[in-house]
DNA sequence: CTACCAATGAAAATGAATTTCACTGGATCG
DNA sequence: CGATCCAGTGAAATTCATTTTCATTGGTAG
């Protein structure tokens, strides 16, 4: 299933000439898709039927299959290994910045709890009304996002990333309301300030942030997601891809928590945004 | 290369068992993959040697390649030709959205016209301030983003989602504006209204749109981008994904048009960051 | 009506992948 | 310290998949 993974090797669970091969073909994926297993075994230097073992203990059926495994894993999670080289053309920032979200877009979805996913959908369903705290433009974007996403489903959903606000928003809050965080570092001490209030007064909270991270620490349900950091400082982190991909899951097990609400009230914001527009039935929800 | 369009036959230069084979490819791309060239003869009723002329009309060097080949496809690309099946669970929700994702970014890779994004940033790196207009969440979504990538370079810029705001904007934006207007539909009207009265009065405008919608016939420099939509109305279109990555890819375009202008600024507001928050290095420009 | 050609499958031939088996070197146990 | 075992490996044999060859069919053009 997860070969990226099993190339990679993480338990040492390979002998040597197998890691050598997991090496060779995590560099040279290209050729060892193209290739027989005779060529494979030449070029990497071992025999066949080492080979052979070596696609079974990852997990493959054969050597074959081994080759559709690898051509089906080529496109996303591999560049990770790649040492991330300065780019300077837009074939290579936009090859590198798409392969970069991919790889945040495969990662995330390895991640994520999807237990955690159904309890926070559960959670946010049942609310009488959500708070959305997020900062910084990224996180900011993504509380946005929510609130984009749930209000079309009929939930009462506020937005904010004013940290004053939120104190105050966090004092006030009555039974019934949840308040979502997000912080990709998990140290918006702001944020972390408001959950401790929260937990005292005993408003449940839902965070999605780094596991371990202080904010995760301050919520009662955390939806953790780690990303891996880039190095480039011209480069925005891919880690939005992978707070966006999570957003939208989660927004999804809210509408199914119970269809019948989700879709009267979708059905409505489309009627309405269909008569004011020029009829077109095709339109998007939101432009 | 393009295997998805050989499946397609646009042409029509498959025989007819041929043709029945593609669609059986198409349609069973997972039982193809696993499975001998005698299974998949016998599966769709025809002989082995069919389906090995089959495979090298459609270009490929034999069998074991079309495997690899249609294997690097499935992952992408291929879900489109798929009914979208109502999904319950969260696993099938995750895998959906995550792969319709990926879809959206690979589309807009292979779509993106780089020398019209260059142009872009050229603009927009010359410009004395920049407007960024966009509406109806998901737009306003994507010139947020703008801001925040582009605020940070030194760009003097504003993002608004206000129509009217926006028009009275346009009508007293000065020579060294420019306007950058977002759109998925391309039918946004408070838009084409700006962009009008912008071309009067020659403000440049750059306009991220599908081609040949009112939005792009009203702009000077379009950055084209076509989405197929999802037929599932709970779930938010991926289209999103698409955008944001041209808008990275457009952003670090602006960075590297000036690269010591972008460094200096990124530098500053880290070097404020790590002086207010814990002293951590690592933190990200933006939570 | 005849000859040809494209499409197809049966059978043979090829060649790739796997299994078997034997060997090696290092670890373990008495 | 030596005997034994075992994991790891490759050579050779085997199996099996793929491809090629060739014959047949059905349709089409002259």
Redesign the interface.
Known sequence: MDLFHALSDEGGRLSSLEAKLAQFALENVDFV??SSIIELAERAGVSPPTVTRFCRRLGC?GY??F???L??M???GLRYLKPEAPT?T??E???D??SK??NA??E??RQ?D??V??KAAQMLRAADFIQAF????????IV??LH??LFRLGCHINASNDHNMNLMISAAAQPGTVIFGS???G???GLVHCLELLRQRAIPTIVMTQNGSPVATAADLVIAIEMP?GKN?????S???AY??AI??L???V??AD?NR??KS?RSI?EELVRN??G?D??????
């Open positions: 898709v193209n059926q074959s299959d080759k559709v495994q051509a089906k080529a496109y996303i300077a837009a074939e920032v936009a090859h910045i798409i979200a991919q877009l495969f995330v979805h994520l999807l237990a996913i159904e997020g900062a910084s433009g990224n996180s900011a974007m946005n996002e984009n996403r912080s990709y570092t140290r918006d001490m950091e400082i011209f480069r925005p982190t880690t939005r891809y966006l991909a939208d899951i927004a999804n097990m509408a199914y269809r989700a879709f979708l489309k527009r020029d077109d095709r339109q998007l929800l939101g432009d």
